[in-house]
C-alpha cells in the first residue's frame, strides 16, 4: 500500500457492511494486491473509527467469502487465489438474464412484506418453532463460517415464512423470488447484524404482531438491498464489457 493512500473512517449504521464495502474497494483499486498483507486490526479499526469487534466480524466475512487469508500471529492477507471480488457479483447478474436488480428488491419488498404479515395471522406453533431453530442453528453455523450452509438456512427461513402465511397464490408468485434470491444469498457477506434482522421478524411472527412483522422484514429487505447494490454498481462500473 502506498504511503499516500488514506483509509477513510466509516460513519454507517450498519459498521460491519460498511467495512466490508470499504476493504472491497480498497482491494478492488489495487490499493491492496494480492498476497499483501493488511495493517494489524488495530490500526485499522483506529483509522475505520470502528470498534474492535465490528471489524473483526467483517474480516471473518471476508475470509469466508475467499477475500482474505488470516494466518494466526502474523496477520491479514489479500488472498492469492480468489477472483476479482466483485467477478461473484456480475457472475450473478449474467445469471439473473439482464433483470433490474432494484426491481427485484422492489418486488420483494412488496411480495415478502406481505407473507410476513400473514404469518403472524396464521403461523402454527409447529412452524414458529421451526423459524427459531433455524436462526438457532445459524448462530452454530456463523462461528464455522461455512457459507453454504449457512445460506441454505436462510432460504430455509425465507421459505418457511411463505409457508406460514397459507396463502397459494402468493406462495406461487414468490416461487420465482426464490430461484434468484437462493443465488443473491450466497454472494452476500454474512454479518449479525443480518442475523439480528432475521430474529426480528420471527420475533413479531411470534407475537402475532402482523403490522410488526411488515416492518421487520421491511427494514430486513432495505438493508439488504442497501449492502448488495453499491458492489453491483461498483461491478458495472469496473468492468463493464462483462455486462454490456
Known amino acids: 500500500m502506498t504511503n499516500t493512500q488514506r483509509i477513510l473512517p466509516i460513519h454507517r449504521r450498519d459498521l460491519t457492511s460498511g467495512i466490508i464495502d470499504q476493504i472491497l474497494g480498497m482491494i478492488g483499486d489495487g490499493q491492496w494486491a494480492p498476497g499483501e498483507r493488511l495493517p494489524s486490526q488495530r490500526m485499522l479499526a483506529e483509522q475505520m473509527d470502528v470498534s474492535m469487534a465490528s471489524l473483526r466480524e467483517a474480516l471473518h466475512s471476508l ?15 489479500v488472498s492469492k487465489h480468489t477472483k476479482d471480488p466483485y467477478d461473484k457479483i456480475i457472475e450473478l447478474s449474467l445469471s439473473l438474464g439482464g433483470m ?3 426491481m427485484f428488491f422492489e418486488a420483494r419488498g412488496i411480495i415478502e412484506t406481505g407473507l410476513a404479515y400473514l404469518a403472524a395471522q396464521h403461523a402454527t406453533e409447529t412452524q414458529i418453532e421451526a423459524l427459531f431453530k433455524i436462526l438457532e442453528d445459524q448462530l452454530v453455523v456463523f462461528d464455522t463460517q461455512d457459507n453454504d450452509y449457512f445460506h441454505d438456512l436462510d432460504l430455509a427461513f425465507h421459505q418457511l415464512i411463505a409457508e406460514m402465511a397459507n396463502n397459494k397464490f402468493l406462495s406461487q408468485i414468490n416461487d420465482a423470488l426464490f430461484k434468484n434470491l437462493d443465488q443473491l444469498l450466497r ?7 443480518g442475523w439480528r ?7 413479531a411472527i411470534r407475537s402475532r404482531s402482523p403490522d410488526q412483522a411488515y416492518e421487520a422484514m421491511r427494514r430486513l429487505i ?14 458495472l462500473k469496473q468492468q463493464p464489457e462483462a455486462i454490456y
Open 63 to 77: 475470509k469466508a467469502m475467499g477475500i482474505l487469508e488470516m494466518r494466526h500471529g502474523i496477520g491479514t492477507f
Open 197 to 203: 434482522l432475521h430474529e426480528n421478524v420471527a420475533e
Open 222 to 235: 432495505g438493508a439488504s438491498s442497501a449492502n448488495y447494490l453499491p458492489y453491483m454498481k461498483k461491478s
Open 100 to 102: 433490474d436488480v432494484e
Open 187 to 193: 454472494v452476500m457477506p454474512l454479518t449479525k447484524e
